[in-house]
Structures are given as structure tokens and as C-alpha cells.
């Protein structure tokens, strides 16, 4: 199924181009000062189709996709940590902005909760149609 650009601004499909996104990890149950990070990025149409949005989450953990489901784009986080962690992640998108969370919780093989639970919040902005030329 093809995005569909230009919806209303509640449930617009991100739009492709050059975007900046900014990050801000909290740490639940760690002493931690969170310290915003911005990333920029371009994003073709069968990035944005698939969800495929490169955003910072824990270094063990990637995007490798995503659903829309509800005016959501609904992100799945694979890990490398064993046990695997409990994901959850998503995004609002409003065509030219985006918003939205991950959280990484790690469990036992029981499935009691272990250590702190990682959140990551995002807040984006499209700052052009066009991606920048890469330097030789």
C-alpha cells in the first residue's frame, strides 16, 4: 500500500526529505540528567512506506520497520540483548513533523521486570524536500 501524502495535518504520512529529529533518553530508576541529542537524516518514499525511520534508541536495539495502525506509525524494535527485551515504540506523523516514544524494558525469562526502563522521546521537523549532497 502506497503512503498517502498530503492528509490532514493529524494523520499525514511523514513526507520524504531531509529531516532533523531530537532525541531525549529518561532513564526510570537511574540517577541521569537526560541530554537531548539531534540527528539529521534523509528519508526516501519506501523509507517512509516501511517505517523504516533511523531513529536513537538503546545501542543494542534497531528500527526495522514499522505499521501504521490508527493514525500511527507503530515502530518494531529489534534487540540483541538477551533476554530479549519488552519494546514498544511510535510515532504521530503529521507530514512535515513528527513525535513520539520508544521504551525498552529487559525481563528475566520469567518475565519479573530487571533494572531501569529506557525511554526514548522523539520530536522532529522536515527541513526540506531535498537532502543535502554527501562530501566526497
Known sequence: MAP???QSPQTA???PGYWEVAT????QGVPFIPSTKTDRFCLSAEDVEAGKIPLRTSPDCN???GERKEGRLVLKLECAAEPHPATSAHLDEAGKSLSGSAE???????GEALGP???Y???GKRLGAECPAAKP
Not at 104 to 110: G, S
Open 104 to 110: 525498552i524494558k529487559l525481563h528475566n525469562a520469567q
Open 63 to 65: 528500527i526495522s520497520g
Open 4 to 6: 498517502v501524502y498530503g
Open 121 to 123: 522521546r522523539y520530536v
Open 117 to 119: 526502563r529506557f525511554i
Open 13 to 15: 504520512t511523514l513526507l
Open 24 to 27: 531525549t533518553p529518561q532513564f
